[in-house]
């Protein structure tokens, strides 16, 4: 984590560069400000990098050496990561014209090549800082994604503990194999927007389906639904 001197004490940082002296003399910079530097000159290297970390990096630096194509693959590999950090974009004058170029890129900080130490570091600080805030907002509360053992729609959804009430407030319902997968859901805790992502289909579709299988079990809220499933 950086620290508030402008040091990046043990902060893990991802460096994606393909000018082997460039992206060195970068990674010497960030190492002298004692960052945990991890040196990606490929995009292959980058995403095996990502893979091979499951705790996530706290921020990543891409020297805008690639085609826009290569960039955006790299900046969609880093979003995608189980724990995805914000990243500075370091790139010649051409690449970032002005603010909204600069904006448009997506990035925390953007750069001019060549960058100098001292504003490189604080970029990579605050960058850190950033990602240490927006993880601390999500992961604690957002819910790890359940993967389906089958491609048909009855094998999707929580299958820990909440079978048996499912069951049982189901049985004779007539309830569609959507509508059991949302009440398993349901059962689990999950709110109306978490289903919608895990299943990816809209809130608005998840809500039509609890409504439905609310009026078959004979429910008027989702309260009324949950006292159902875990009465004694």
Known sequence: MASEDGEL???????IGCDCETTMATAAALAEARALVTVAPTPAI??????????????????????DEVRAELVAAILS????????????PERFPDLGAA???GAHEVLIAPAARA????????????????RARWLPT????IAPAAA???????????????????????????????LQYIARGYRYQEIGRE??????????????????????????????????
């Open 9 to 15: 004490y043990g902060a893990e940082v991802l460096l």
């Open 46 to 67: 980058a995403r095996t990098s990502l893979a091979d970390n499951h705790n996530g990096f706290d921020a990543a630096a891409i020297l805008d050496e690639f085609g």
């Open 81 to 92: 990561h189980r724990r995805p950090c914000h990243y500075v974009l370091v790139g010649p």
């Open 103 to 105: 904006l448009k890129s």
């Open 119 to 134: 504003d490189l570091v604080h970029a990579i600080r605050r960058t850190c800082a950033q990602t240490s805030i927006q």
């Open 142 to 145: 957002r819910r790890p994604p």
């Open 152 to 182: 048909d729609v009855s094998s999707i959804g929580p299958r820990v503990g909440v079978s048996g009430v499912v069951d049982r407030v189901a049985s004779g319902s007539g309830l569609s194999e959507r509508e059991r997968v949302v």
């Open 199 to 232: 299943l990816s289909i809209s809130t608005r579709t998840v809500k039509s389906y609890a409504s439905s299988l609310k009026r078959k079990v004979g429910a008027g809220t989702r309260w009324d639904l949950l006292r159902k499933m875990f009465a004694a």
